[in-house]
């Protein structure tokens, strides 16, 4: 218990007396890393399964804004208990920073049930809404199906890497997406290819990564000075998901048209067929690619302010917004 007091007034220390612009670089770079391992992560299916037809990229295209839409609801209870958390580490309030800690967690990994069970029931009506045409569909069950079991912990994956960023603990995050991502890239050819499953080895490989990641980042998020996570410290108040909603409402907002524009672009693409879906799925992994380091720059920023603000060292906090 000591030794973790210690790790923890070491931490805030950091935090809230060392040169601002040498601790976002410091906590960017793990982001950066993470970013854009996970948009090669994405760009992996893509590259396996446009080597079967026309169709299958299609296919991983149209879920895509699926994948982007579970991705903004967990970054609203991810960023919006990270936020809190890392100011209630400022203000050296750590009681309040688990509870809010296992809200954001499991009320997330709850949703994420929720939202695949309704996934299951209504996957035709849903791929449809996505973009999907009749002779996309059939694929896009293929890679659904798999997604859709997946969900939970590809979401509660999203809550814990935010919350561990905001905590400091940028690295440790970044060591659970990126064994993730490898084994996804590993998998991907296996699969796809030797196993002849098609398009299904992919979400399905992809499906085996996320639990690997989840499995890796709920061993560390509690090590060191890390804020770990308890059903014991899951009590659900309308506080809590007041500050939640503060903190996580723009993210959800950001991610939730990024879904919306992909589906978009789906439908209108759709009026000249098969490929042009699959040209607009390629493009936009592109796309994520190419901002992933600005992503990644920015996340470097967010503990950094959070600490201080919490500690109300709010010099540091206009330092660095300068």
Known sequence: MQNIS???????????????????????????????????????????????????????????????????????????????ISRALGAKDRDNALLIASTGFFTSLIIGVVIAFLGFVYMDEVLLLLGSTQTIMPRARAYFKYILLGTPFIMSSFVMNNQMRFQGNAFMSMLGITAGALLNIILDPVFIFVLDMGVAGASS?????????????????????????????????????????????????????????????????GFYGDLAIAAVSIVTRVTFFATSMVLGFGQGFQPVCGFNFGAKKFLRVLKLKR
């Open 6 to 84: 210690q790790a923890q007034d070491k931490k805030f220390l950091m935090m809230t007396t060392h040169p601002v612009e040498k601790l976002v670089s410091r906590l960017a770079v793990p982001s950066i890393i993470t970013m854009m391992i996970s948009a090669i992560y994405n760009m992996a299916d893509t590259f396996f399964v446009a080597r079967l037809d026309v169709q299958s990229p299609a296919a991983v295209g149209v879920v895509f804004s699926y994948m982007a839409f579970i991705q903004a609801v967990a970054f609203f209870f991810g960023q919006g208990s990270a936020n809190y």
């Open 205 to 269: 490989a992809t499906m085996l990564s996320q639990i690997v990641s989840f499995s890796i980042l709920l061993h560390l998020t509690g090590q060191k000075d890390g804020i770990p996570l308890n059903i014991k410290n899951f009590r659900p108040k309308f506080s809590h998901y007041r500050e939640i909603t503060a903190g996580g409402l723009p993210a959800l907002g950001r991610q939730g048209l990024a879904s919306v524009s992909v589906a978009y672009m789906n439908h209108l693409a």
